[in-house]
């Protein structure tokens, strides 16, 4: 049974930082492409970063270019998501998601987890 479980989501004013886990089990995910996406109220999901298990490779979204940071510790088999310099507009439900290829389509991933609301006061 594969299983991703996200963490660490919560309340922070504008400007702050969150770091959010995404440990995943079940599987091994080396030769996997895990992402962030985020669903904010209203609207669609929408991709946020990825990251490749093995090489490391990153792919971020415009909008979080510079602030955000996705990375993975193999150990622990975790990935994470540093958020920095957060704003208002980033409040969504943050969730980690696992794909066979290396994409950003939403659609192309088999794994989610539950997410984790991300909320951003100004």
């Known amino acids: 049974q594969v299983q991703l479980v996200e963490s660490g989501g919560g309340l922070v004013q504008a400007g702050g930082s969150l770091r959010l886990s995404c440990a995943a089990s079940?599987?091994?995910?080396?030769?996997?492409?895990m992402g962030w996406f985020r669903q904010p109220p209203g609207k669609e999901r929408e991709f946020v970063a990825i990251?490749?298990?093995?090489?490391?490779?990153?792919m971020y979204a415009d909008s979080v270019k510079g602030r955000f940071t996705i990375s993975r510790d193999n150990a622990k088999n975790t990935v994470y998501l540093q958020m920095n310099s957060l704003k208002p507009e980033d409040t969504a439900v943050y969730y980690c998601?696992?794909?066979?290829?290396?994409?950003?389509?939403?659609?192309?991933?088999?794994?989610w987890g539950q997410g984790t609301q991300v909320t951003v006061s100004s």
């Open positions: 998601a696992a794909a066979t290829g290396w994409t950003t389509i939403r659609s192309e991933y088999l794994y």
């Open positions: 990251i490749h298990w093995r090489g490391g490779s990153t």
């Open positions: 079940g599987r091994t995910f080396s030769s996997h492409t």
